[in-house]
C-alpha cells in the first residue's frame, strides 16, 4: 500500500493564480482531511469529507474549496491565491473507528506551496 | 474552546540523554490524547496515544501518561538516539477527527 500520497511536493504560484492540489489513498478510508500548516501554529483543518461526495468546513476554510467525488480521492482547490496562503498543506485520512488499534489517521507527506 | 500547550523549541539533547517535552491541554468532556512524530520531509505519523484518565500510551520507547487531575500529556524517553530527531506534536481529540486540536510543535535535535 502506498498509504496517502499528495501532488504536487512543491508549488511556487503568484498571487490570483489558482490551482488543484491532489490527495489520494489507496486504504478505502470514508474520512479525508486537509490541514495547514504554520509555523508556531500547528496544523489546522481546512475542510474535511465524511465519505465520497461529501465536504464539510473546518477551522480556517475561506479562500478553499474542495471535492471528493471518488471516494480515494479529496482535491483542495485555491481559486485566486494569496501570500497569506503560504504554508505546508497535509492531506490525512482514517476509517472512521474511534477506539482500538484500527483508531489512527494517516498523513501524506505535504505540498509546500509558495505565493508570491 | 480546547487548546493543546506545549514549548516549540528546539529542544537540544545528547545521544542517551533522558528527554521529556511538557504537554498540557484545556478541553470540554473526555478527550484523546496523542502524541505524533514529523520527521524531516515528512508528514504527521501516530507515536502513542491514551484514551482514558491513567491510561499510558507507549511505543518505541517512548511513553505518556494521561494524567486528569493536571491536565497533561507529557512525552518521556529514557535514552534518545540521533534518529529521535523530528519534531513532535501533541494532541486531543474530542468526538471524531474533524475535532483534532493539535500543539504548536516541538522540535527535538538530538546530537551524538
Known amino acids: 500500500n502506498a498509504g496517502v500520497t499528495q501532488t504536487p511536493k512543491f508549488r511556487v504560484l503568484k498571487t490570483g493564480q489558482s490551482m488543484t492540489l491532489l490527495c489520494a489513498q489507496d486504504?478505502?478510508?470514508?474520512?479525508m482531511y486537509w490541514y495547514r500548516q504554520d509555523p508556531g501554529m500547528g496544523l489546522r483543518l481546512i475542510h474535511y469529507?465524511?465519505?465520497?461526495?461529501?465536504?464539510a468546513k473546518g477551522e480556517v476554510p475561506d479562500g478553499y474549496n474542495v471535492s471528493r467525488l471518488k471516494k480515494q480521492n479529496f482535491l483542495l482547490g485555491l481559486e485566486s491565491a494569496a501570500p497569506s496562503q503560504t504554508s505546508v498543506y497535509f492531506c490525512?485520512?482514517?476509517?472512521?473507528?474511534?477506539?482500538?488499534?484500527?483508531?489512527?489517521?494517516?498523513f501524506g507527506p505535504g505540498t509546500r506551496l509558495t505565493v508570491l | 474552546g480546547n487548546s493543546v500547550t506545549q514549548m516549540e523549541g528546539p529542544v537540544t539533547l545528547s545521544e542517551e540523554a533522558f528527554l521529556t517535552i511538557n504537554c498540557t491541554y484545556t478541553?470540554?468532556?473526555?478527550?484523546?490524547l496523542f502524541w505524533y512524530v514529523q520527521y524531516p520531509g515528512e508528514g504527521l505519523q501516530l507515536l502513542l496515544k491514551?484514551?482514558?484518565?491513567?491510561d499510558k500510551g507507549s511505543n518505541k520507547g517512548f511513553e505518556a501518561t494521561y494524567r486528569k487531575e493536571t491536565t497533561s500529556f507529557h512525552l518521556e524517553k529514557g535514552s534518545v538516539q540521533v534518529s529521535d530527531s523530528a519534531v513532535y506534536f501533541c494532541?486531543?481529540?474530542?468526538?471524531?477527527?474533524?475535532?483534532?486540536?493539535f500543539g504548536i510543535g516541538t522540535k527535538l535535535q538530538v546530537i551524538p
Open positions: 490525512a485520512s482514517n476509517n472512521g473507528r474511534l477506539a482500538g488499534d484500527t483508531d489512527t489517521q494517516y
Open positions: 486504504m478505502n478510508h470514508e474520512y
Open positions: 469529507s465524511v465519505g465520497e461526495g461529501t465536504t
Open positions: 478541553a470540554t468532556g473526555y478527550p484523546s
Open positions: 491514551a484514551t482514558k484518565a491513567d
Open positions: 494532541a486531543l481529540r474530542t468526538g471524531g477527527y474533524q475535532k483534532v486540536t
